[in-house]
Every structure is written in C-alpha cells, then in structure tokens.
C-alpha cells in the first residue's frame, strides 16, 4: 500500500510539471499524420546556406515564437530548410539481414567445398551476390526518402501543452 501510495504522488508530481512537448512536423499533402521530431532526435536536411549538402544534427530545443530549431551547434529557422531526409529503419534492417546472409552463405559454400572437396558451383555464388546486391540496395538506396520542402511538404512548429507556457 505504501508503494503504491508513493508511485501515486510521483506520478501527480511529474504530470504537474510537464507542460506538454513541442515538436516539428513534416506534413506531407494527401496524409492524416505528420512525420514528428522531437528534442534528441537527429535532423538529416539541406539547408538554403548549403544546398548541396546533407546536413546532419541533433535537436536541441525548438523556439516557437521565432520559428526556430535550436542545434547542438547551430541554429536554424524553418525557413531556411530545403529538403528533410528520413530515414527508414524496415529498408535498413532488411539491408543488413540480406548482407549477413550473403556473408553466411559465401562463407559456409566456401567451408563446405573444402571440407567435402567438392568444387564450390557458380550457382552458390550467384545467390551470394544477388543476396549482396540485393542487401546493399536496401541498405544504402531504399532507407531513407527524401522530402522537398514546399507546395507538397511542410514544416510546422507544434506545441501541445497541457497548461500554457510559463515565460
């Protein structure tokens, strides 16, 4: 009874305290919900300062009023944000399962042959390769998708507070 009394008033406390979270969305047109980023998340964009470039940092804290995302080491309005890439983990996931079994399967026709002293067929290393190419295209091509900020994607500021901000 006294430890649920406890987590009882921990729980009544912390919800006093947090006023709710503030997070940047990347609406994107014909779709219900916004891709969301919050504080500590990693933010990978091209900015107007460096368009050619893939600009990779951590979210430190969003600035409402201004439009501002603060940086670990920089800081940038919405404005100036050209394009987002996201990543996707499934396509990145499949890509390392499809290497390692690539690998495995290399490996193991390779271990097969000299143990038995069988030649090692062209067919084992064709599905080996496939398995590789296949592996590295998912990897390094299919996770992540690039969205161009503008009249199909946007970016917003959002805070969902219970109560007000405090200045």
């Known amino acids: 009874m006294r430890t649920f009394l406890r987590l009882m008033i921990l729980v009544l406390c912390v919800t006093t305290i947090i006023h709710g979270q503030t997070t940047l969305n990347l609406e994107i047109k014909y779709e219900v919900k916004p ?3 919050y504080s500590g998340d990693k933010l990978t964009f091209k ?9 990779t ?11 501002v995302i603060l940086f670990d080491d920089t800081m940038y309005q919405i404005e100036d ?6 990543h996707q983990k499934t396509s990145s996931v499949i890509g390392h399962l499809l ?16 143990a038995t002293g069988k030649k090692f067929l062209k067919e084992d290393i064709y599905i080996g390769a496939a398995a590789g190419v296949l592996g590295f295209l998912f990897g390094n091509v299919f996770s992540h998708k690039v969205y161009n900020i503008g009249s199909n994607h946007h970016l917003r500021l959002v805070d969902v507070s219970i109560i007000a901000p405090q200045p």
Not at 47 to 55: E, G, L, M
Not at 103 to 109: E, R, Y
């Open 35 to 37: 891709i969301k980023f």
């Open 47 to 55: 900015s107007k300062d460096f368009p050619d470039s893939w600009q």
């Open 57 to 67: 940092h951590k979210i430190d804290k969003f600035l409402l009023d201004d439009g």
């Open 81 to 86: 944000i050209t394009a987002v890439k996201v």
């Open 99 to 114: 290497k390692g079994f690539a690998a495995g399967w290399v490996l193991f026709g390779t271990l097969g042959s000299l």
